[in-house]
């Protein structure tokens, strides 16, 4: 095997130039170097004018997310020898404005997020003499699997209906609502289904199930839109059988 790859990586310069190019690195090959070592050795080493993001290292963070090879991927948790004898693209996430190199602009999901509410809503709070909210091993497991989210917007760069309508309000912000709905403490499922039953919400979700295939903590975003849906489907006919309250 060879000792070195060449990373093709996006650069973009949006007071230079008039669209992304691209601009090849010759770095070393290691077994144990992800593709994060690869970037920091170019900006280390080679050219210290390369912009991205990163964080912890550890897959923890979210924050290493870019498209490999045309799949998003977190960049800390992605080897280079896998990508062997290359080249591997480095680009920035689909279905973001660049800020620049491999930089998006996040803000329009940071700015939906509040929508769904995803913390714990208590329209009657008990005593503080009454003591905590417990909770049993099973009430946690009901949502655990939902609370792993990383908000990496891997699930983002990978959904067709995010990007091909930005009004969807896409995997990880209904994900992180169910993920509130189902916790034995919460008593805000009625407000978030309000705000989710419309077509730019739980319905604009075609179940292409790309959002879980590319979610690097098994959160399974396209699960939990189902199960919404659901439940969405279910207290709609409550509605009607039962008729205004």
């Given amino acids: 095997m060879a000792d070195t790859m060449t990373m093709r990586v996006t650069r973009y310069e949006p007071d230079l130039d008039h669209e992304p190019r691209t601009q090849d690195f010759s770095i070393p090959l290691r077994d144990n170097w992800v593709v994060l070592d690869g970037l920091n050795y170019i900006k280390d080493q080679l050219d210290g004018t390369l912009s991205y993001r990163w ?14 090879d045309d799949e998003p991927v977190l960049t800390c948790a992605t080897f ?47 005593p503080v003499d009454d003591g905590e ?51 034995s403490r919460d008593q805000g499922a009625a407000d978030r289904l309000d705000v989710l039953i419309h077509p ?22 396209a699960g939990a839109i189902q199960r919404y849906k659901l439940t969405a489907a279910i207290e709609t006919l ?4 039962e008729g205004p309250s």
């Fill in 55 to 68: 964080s912890c290292r550890m897959g923890i963070c979210g924050s290493c997310g870019m498209m490999v």
């Fill in 133 to 183: 909210y417990l909770q049993t091993p099973g009430e946690l497991a009901e949502y655990e699997q939902y609370s792993m989210c990383i908000n990496c917007m891997l699930c983002y760069s990978a959904c067709p209906v995010y990007g091909l309508d930005p009004g969807f309000i896409g995997p990880a912000a209904i994900a992180l609502a169910q993920r509130y709905n189902l916790d």
């Fill in 80 to 126: 280079l020898v896998d990508y062997a004898p290359g080249p591997i693209r480095v680009e920035p996430l689909a279905n973001f404005p660049v800020v620049r190199d491999l930089v998006v602009d996040i803000s329009d999901f940071i700015e939906r997020l509040p929508r769904v509410s995803p913390w714990l809503v208590r329209h009657e709070d008990e």
């Fill in 200 to 221: 730019d919400g739980l319905w604009g979700c075609t179940f292409v199930g790309e959002c879980t295939t590319a979610c690097p903590k098994d959160v399974d975003p």
């Fill in 238 to 241: 409550k509605s009607y059988v």
